[in-house]
Each structure stands twice: as structure tokens, then as C-alpha cells.
């Protein structure tokens, strides 16, 4: 089976959520047999030099890069707004010289599979049809229009609430135009599926669950400090952002006057000079910036926070952590998806008062920690494993095709 994987940024390093899903699933791809193929977008904000991608990482794909802009901006948003029904997020990986390179590729080379990640390169599909007769799967990493939309709920400044319900709007449009073009849908979450569904969207969609590398995970632990807290992800992404600020301003002030002895530790890559300013502000909290081992950084420490208020899919830092044995606390937003227990292997808080009471119990009893973070680490091994999710892909494939 020969699988073409259309990237819309280059799946390195595997320091986020989307490239280590992207990498881990064409990883496992290629350990069961499955001939991958890459065609990747190299974008401004994303940018990455060649030379310092891995040779192993380009030999098995066989990857090729495509320099792409695709740089947000503000002017660009507003022109895309006023111009265009397209929505900005999708436009702008709408490009002259990928469509080239795919154009090249597919009048060159045979696939079996077309895996898209991502409804944003869904635009590509009526050019896929034109030169190829390979069977196309989007893998819906989220389901795009929902995250603006909850963007646009939480906003509290009126233009900004009415700019994110529009482009949530557009989003929504295009994904129910582009989804039914598909052959297969990959679900992050059986929730997603059955949302694409209400949606009026009849193309067959099967859950394929984000998933954890069981065989990278390091071998010990780092001794960690109890308590403490740490928040990892990226600090470009709004929804982290939005969260991050409602935790330290509705959360964390009685979170310390509970136990003011509490740190809270956050690192994050691609954070604004006004969001470091606002981090290292912020009494009790070390910023870390960007760490090298995010596995390393994750064993250093003990509770994790997840205060998600928009999003969709799953969560990979939540996998990640839960499979170190971390005890998490999250929003239900947060984890979406997750076959879990509330209480037993995840601690679930709606509300500012629910993470305030949920952090101040468990900081204060390292025993229930520890349990928590052991049945975390059971959930994960026996339902998360990437090897056995891609093996049951690749059947839905065989029968594709």
C-alpha cells in the first residue's frame, strides 16, 4: 500500500500536538510495511531549515518541502474578511506552488491513499480527483468551525466576538463543503463523528483516536517535586492562550491564597513578547519558554493543568502526560474525546471553583496523586497504543481500496 500524506506544515520537531499526531501515525505506517510518502508545506511561521530535519525523517517518507508563506497577519485577515467568503484559516494555505508540486507528484507517481491532515488541505481534493484515482481520507484533526466558535462565545470585546462568530461561520461552510469530497473521514473522537454527522455530512467516518508511542517513553522517571503545577503547550495557539489567561486571573489568585507556597510552572514555543511580559508577571509562576524534552520537563513536576475552553479532538499533552503518570486536571473541553473515568484517572473541573477546590485537594494528598497518575498510565497503555490504532487504520484502508 503506497500512502501520500499532504502536510501543511513540515511534521518537525514533534514539539505540538499536530506534528507529533502527524509523525507518530506515518511512524507506525512505515513500521507495519506501509510505503509513505510526504508532501509538505515549509511555511513562515512554521519555518524550518532543511538541513535540520533528520536524514531518517526524509529518507522514509520521502519527503518533499514546498515553501509556503502562509503567514497570518492582520491585514490579511481583515482583507480576507471583507473580500472573500473563504475563510482565512484556509485560505491561506491555498497555493500556487504546492499545487504545482502535488500536480508533478501525482502525474508521476501512484498512491493508494491520499491522507489529508486536515480539512484546511481539503481544497487540494478536486486536483487529487483530476490526477489520480487513489482512494482520499481526511483526518479531521478537530472539527475547525467548532474551536472558533467557542473562541467567539468566551470573547469579550464586541468586534472580536463578531470576527471569530464570522470566520466560524465560513469555517463551518467550507467544511461541510469539503468533507463530502472525501472517500473517508479519520475521527479524532467518536463525539466527532457523530458531529460530523449532524452536520449533514454522509461521507464514511471512522474513529482513529490520537495516540502515544508507548515504545519512546523514557524508561525512568526525573524525581519531581510535590506539589507543584505545569502547564505545557504552544503559546501561538488562541485557545491555549485564552485558557491560560482565565486560569491566572479567575483561578490562580485563590489557588494561592489556599497554598501560597504552590508554583506553577508553564513552557510553551512561539510566545509573543506580550504574552511572556503577561506570564512572567504573574506571582508564583516560573516561564520556562520553549524547553528542549518536553518529557523531561513533564517528569520534573506533578500536576497537570489543562484549562481548555475551546478546542476540539485530542489532546496529545494529555495523552503524554497521563501516560508518564501524571495526575491532570482539565476542563471537560480539555478532555473531549477520552475514554476516562471522571475521578479516577483524570480530575474533571468546570469552573473556576472546581479548579480551585480539585488543585487545593490533590496538592494536599500525594497519595491520591500518585493513584490517579498510576491508572492514567493503565488507561493509556491499554487503549492508546499508536501501533495497534494504525494497524486497524490500515484494515479500513484495505477495504477502501
Given at each position: 500500500?503506497r500512502?501520500?500524506?499532504?502536510?501543511?506544515?513540515?511534521?518537525?520537531?514533534?514539539?505540538?500536538?499536530?506534528?507529533?499526531?502527524?509523525r507518530?501515525?506515518?511512524?507506525?505506517?512505515?513500521?507495519?510495511?506501509?510505503?509513505?510518502?510526504?508532501l509538505?508545506?515549509?511555511?513562515?511561521k512554521?519555518?524550518?531549515?532543511?538541513?535540520?530535519?533528520?536524514?531518517?525523517?526524509?529518507?522514509?517518507?520521502?519527503?518533499?518541502?514546498v515553501e509556503?508563506?502562509?503567514?497570518?497577519?492582520?491585514?490579511?485577515?481583515?482583507?480576507?474578511?471583507l473580500f472573500?467568503?473563504?475563510?482565512?484559516?484556509a485560505?491561506?494555505?491555498?497555493?500556487?506552488?504546492?499545487?504545482?508540486?502535488?500536480?508533478?507528484?501525482l502525474?508521476n507517481e501512484?498512491?493508494d491513499?491520499?491522507?489529508?491532515?486536515?480539512?484546511?488541505?481539503?481544497a487540494?481534493?478536486?486536483?487529487?480527483?483530476?490526477?489520480?484515482?487513489?482512494?482520499?481520507?481526511?483526518?479531521?484533526?478537530?472539527i475547525?468551525?467548532?474551536?472558533?466558535?467557542?473562541?467567539a462565545?468566551?470573547?469579550?470585546?464586541?468586534?472580536?466576538?463578531?470576527?471569530?462568530?464570522?470566520?466560524s461561520?465560513?469555517?463551518?461552510?467550507?467544511?461541510?463543503?469539503?468533507?463530502?469530497?472525501a472517500?473517508?473521514?479519520?475521527?479524532?473522537?467518536?463525539r466527532?463523528?457523530?458531529?460530523?454527522k449532524?452536520?449533514?455530512?454522509?461521507?464514511?467516518?471512522?474513529?482513529?483516536?490520537?495516540?502515544?508511542?508507548?515504545?519512546?517513553?523514557p524508561?525512568?522517571?526525573?524525581?519531581?517535586?510535590?506539589?507543584d503545577?505545569?502547564?505545557?503547550?504552544?503559546l501561538?495557539w488562541e485557545?491555549?492562550?485564552?485558557?491560560?489567561?482565565?486560569?491566572?486571573?479567575d483561578?490562580?489568585?485563590d489557588?494561592?491564597?489556599?497554598?501560597?507556597?504552590?508554583?506553577?510552572?508553564?513552557?510553551?514555543?512561539?510566545?509573543?513578547a506580550?504574552?511572556?511580559?503577561?506570564?512572567?508577571?504573574?506571582?508564583?509562576?516560573?516561564?520556562h519558554?520553549?524547553?528542549?524534552?518536553?518529557?523531561?520537563?513533564?517528569?520534573?513536576?506533578?500536576?497537570m493543568i489543562?484549562?481548555l475552553?475551546?478546542?476540539?479532538?485530542?489532546?496529545?499533552?494529555?495523552?503524554?502526560?497521563?501516560?508518564?503518570?501524571?495526575?491532570?486536571v482539565?476542563?471537560?473541553?480539555?478532555?473531549?474525546?477520552?475514554?476516562?473515568s471522571?475521578?479516577?484517572?483524570?480530575l474533571?473541573?468546570?469552573?473556576?471553583?472546581?479548579?480551585?477546590?480539585?488543585?487545593?485537594?490533590?496538592?494536599?494528598?500525594?497519595?491520591?496523586?500518585?493513584?490517579?497518575?498510576?491508572?492514567?498510565?493503565?488507561?493509556?497503555?491499554?487503549?492508546?497504543d499508536?501501533?495497534?490504532?494504525?494497524?486497524?487504520?490500515?484494515?479500513?484502508?484495505?477495504?477502501?481500496?
Amino acid at each position: 500500500m503506497r500512502i501520500l500524506q499532504l502536510i501543511n506544515k513540515v511534521p518537525h520537531p514533534p514539539k505540538d500536538g499536530g506534528t507529533i499526531a502527524i509523525r507518530s501515525l506515518s511512524d507506525n505506517f512505515i513500521k507495519h510495511g506501509v510505503d509513505v510518502k510526504m508532501l509538505a508545506m515549509n511555511t513562515r511561521k512554521h519555518f524550518i531549515r532543511r538541513e535540520d530535519i533528520p536524514d531518517g525523517l526524509l529518507r522514509k517518507t520521502a519527503m518533499e518541502i514546498v515553501e509556503v508563506d502562509a503567514y497570518p497577519t492582520p491585514f490579511g485577515a481583515l482583507a480576507n474578511f471583507l473580500f472573500s467568503r473563504t475563510p482565512y484559516t484556509a485560505s491561506r494555505f491555498m497555493d500556487s506552488a504546492y499545487e504545482k508540486a502535488l500536480t508533478r507528484l501525482l502525474q508521476n507517481e501512484t498512491f493508494d491513499i491520499v491522507q489529508l491532515e486536515g480539512v484546511y488541505m481539503a481544497a487540494y481534493i478536486p486536483l487529487i480527483r483530476q490526477y489520480s484515482k487513489a482512494k482520499i481520507a481526511i483526518r479531521a484533526h478537530n472539527i475547525e468551525y467548532e474551536i472558533w466558535k467557542r473562541i467567539a462565545e468566551n470573547a469579550t470585546n464586541f468586534w472580536k466576538r463578531y470576527y471569530f462568530r464570522s470566520l466560524s461561520n465560513r469555517v463551518k461552510r467550507f467544511e461541510q463543503h469539503y468533507f463530502p469530497l472525501a472517500d473517508l473521514i479519520l475521527a479524532i473522537t467518536q463525539r466527532d463523528a457523530k458531529h460530523l454527522k449532524s452536520l449533514n455530512i454522509d461521507t464514511p467516518a471512522v474513529v482513529v483516536p490520537a495516540g502515544i508511542d508507548i515504545d519512546k517513553l523514557p524508561a525512568g522517571k526525573t524525581a519531581a517535586e510535590f506539589p507543584d503545577l505545569f502547564h505545557l503547550g504552544a503559546l501561538d495557539w488562541e485557545p491555549n492562550l485564552e485558557g491560560l489567561r482565565w486560569f491566572l486571573k479567575d483561578i490562580w489568585p485563590d489557588i494561592m491564597l489556599r497554598t501560597p507556597d504552590l508554583r506553577l510552572h508553564i513552557a510553551g514555543r512561539n510566545a509573543s513578547a506580550r504574552t511572556e511580559k503577561f506570564l512572567r508577571q504573574q506571582p508564583n509562576v516560573v516561564y520556562h519558554g520553549e524547553v528542549k524534552d518536553a518529557y523531561q520537563f513533564m517528569n520534573e513536576h506533578t500536576i497537570m493543568i489543562v484549562p481548555l475552553l475551546s478546542g476540539g479532538g485530542m489532546r496529545i499533552k494529555i495523552l503524554e502526560g497521563m501516560a508518564l503518570g501524571k495526575a491532570i486536571v482539565s476542563t471537560p473541553v480539555g478532555a473531549e474525546g477520552m475514554d476516562y473515568s471522571g475521578g479516577e484517572e483524570i480530575l474533571i473541573a468546570a469552573t473556576a471553583n472546581d479548579f480551585v477546590r480539585q488543585i487545593t485537594a490533590i496538592a494536599g494528598d500525594k497519595g491520591r496523586c500518585m493513584k490517579i497518575g498510576e491508572k492514567a498510565k493503565k488507561l493509556i497503555l491499554e487503549k492508546y497504543d499508536n501501533f495497534a490504532i494504525v494497524k486497524r487504520l490500515i484494515t479500513q484502508y484495505e477495504k477502501l481500496i
